[in-house]
């Protein structure tokens, strides 16, 4: 599986959320390799559950960000993450069931998802605050 490369591309101007964002990919890499590599079902458990901590922690600090600008969007753009960890949980009962690979198609999903929704659903509040910015109404971390 071909890993995801960060760009300049994906930033979203917080350099928080970016380094989040390069650790994610970086997380999700490793998951494809190890995964392609057929490596003992508990490495990628345990790889895996690192993920959903670190997903979950990188979606209440970039939910914080988007609830301090005030983004208008922010309810739909929980309701994504919401989704993504309700289907992420899904695989991860079934992988648990049979202790084996995960999923190819997961793995394709979840490096497609992270970029995915960066470029578009990330880049809609980054488009806000820099509206926000440029009227004087918020000042980016």
Do not use: C
Request: cysteine-free.
């Amino acid at each position: 599986m071909e890993p995801i490369v960060w760009t300049e591309d994906f930033s979203v101007n917080v350099e928080s959320l970016d380094n989040q964002h390069k650790t994610l990919f970086g997380l999700l890499n490793r998951l494809a390799d190890v995964n392609d590599r057929k490596v003992e079902g508990n490495v990628i458990w345990d790889l895996l559950n690192e993920v959903l901590d670190y997903t979950r922690k990188h979606f209440t600090e970039e939910e914080e960000y988007m609830a301090e600008l005030g983004y208008p969007g922010l309810n739909a753009h929980k309701l994504e993450h919401y989704e993504l960890m309700k289907k992420v949980l899904q695989y991860n009962a079934s992988f648990w069931e049979i202790n084996t690979q995960l999923p190819a198609e997961l793995v394709v999903f979840l490096l497609s998802w992270i970029t995915q929704h960066i470029l578009s659903e990330d880049m809609a509040y980054v488009k806000f605050a820099t509206q926000e910015q440029s009227r004087g109404a918020f000042k980016t971390r």
